[in-house]
């Protein structure tokens, strides 16, 4: 029988963590966390990263497993996460794979596109976006690509270069080298998405921020001040504390945008699981039904 990979995806705030750990007990497994910023150590309050009690015990992967000065993309997670299946796998049936980033997921199920990079360029796009503005980077994308501008988040900037940079590298579309062939993997996967109804979702979100600035988020942005530049910074909790200690708002108004942003995250996280056929959308009542719904889904499919 081909050992199990078990996903565990789903918006942010949706009870990924609490579920994951439970069914890692039932297995004896460990957890590979996919969540694109809890691999930062220097990052923790804002990424809702779980703490020691929250993990139970359980092993986890890439949870302050790298620098935020030395960011990991999805083709590098790809490559580490594989090593450290194949490794699991030797002594594990099952193994837990929990996040919300959908491309960090995506990577692990289904592989990644091998397009060339140039530091060179991305460093000329980097100069052009810090002089002209993100304005100015959407701009040449729909320009130069209109069918990868339709589907990119048009205020994410790191995705905007990387796709500039391709272009001008490769003189192709972006969208024409995204193939999304899918990698051939020696494991079965379940891919399973946790499903709330919008408000209820809301309503999550709102109070895990309030948690947060309770926890110290402020302070903990306050550290981090002199990194701001960096790429896992540029991310939602921290950019509007940013603009919060620069005097660009009240902490009311920062703390009101945070929300605001997250249920625009999940939105878009939603919008990205939906994208998978073989996703099961699995309705969050509480843990034991939870688990109840995995385990009947896996045994049906073996």
């Known amino acids: 029988m081909k050992k199990q990979l078990i996903v565990i995806a789903g918006p942010t705030a949706s009870g990924k963590t609490s579920l994951a750990v439970e069914l890692a007990k039932q297995f004896k497994c460990p ?8 691999f930062y150590k220097e990052m923790s309050i804002g990424t809702a990263k779980p703490t020691e009690t929250e993990m139970d015990g359980i092993k986890h992967y890439f949870i302050n497993s790298h620098s935020i000065n030395s960011p990991l993309s999805a083709g590098k997670y790809e490559q580490e ?16 794979l929990v996040g919300g980033s959908g491309m960090y997921i995506d990577a692990v199920v289904f592989g ?16 052009l976006y ?20 339709k589907t990119v988040d048009k205020n994410n900037h790191v995705r905007l270069i990387r796709a500039l940079e391709v272009i001008e590298l490769t003189g192709e579309t972006y969208s024409s080298l995204r193939k999304n062939t899918r990698s051939k ?3 079965n996967t379940y891919y399973f998405v946790i499903n709330h109804s919008r408000e209820v979702l809301y309503e999550r979100i709102n109070s895990r921020v309030d948690t947060m600035i309770s926890m110290g988020l402020i302070n903990e942005v306050k ?18 504390i940013f603009d919060y200690l620069d005097g660009k708002s009240t902490k009311q108004e920062a703390i009101e945008l945070i929300k605001q942003n ?37 045994n049906t499919n073996q």
């Open 112 to 127: 990644t596109d091998k397009i060339p990079h140039s530091k060179s360029l991305r460093e000329k796009w980097n100069a």
């Open 31 to 38: 957890i590979i966390s996919a969540d694109s910023r809890q």
């Open 81 to 96: 996460s594989l090593e450290i299946i194949q490794k699991e796998f030797l002594t594990h049936d099952q193994l837990i």
């Open 223 to 240: 550290d981090l001040i002199q990194f701001r530049e960096l790429q896992p910074l540029n991310t939602v909790g921290y950019k509007e």
């Open 185 to 187: 993997r020696t494991f």
């Open 130 to 149: 810090k002089n002209n503005g993100i304005r100015y980077l959407q701009k040449e994308l729909k320009l130069k690509d209109p069918s990868y501008f």
């Open 262 to 298: 997250t249920r625009r995250y999940a939105k878009r996280q939603i919008t990205w699981f939906k994208r998978h056929d073989e996703v099961k959308w699995i309705d969050f009542n509480n843990i034991n039904s939870l688990i109840d719904t995995v385990n009947t889904q896996i």
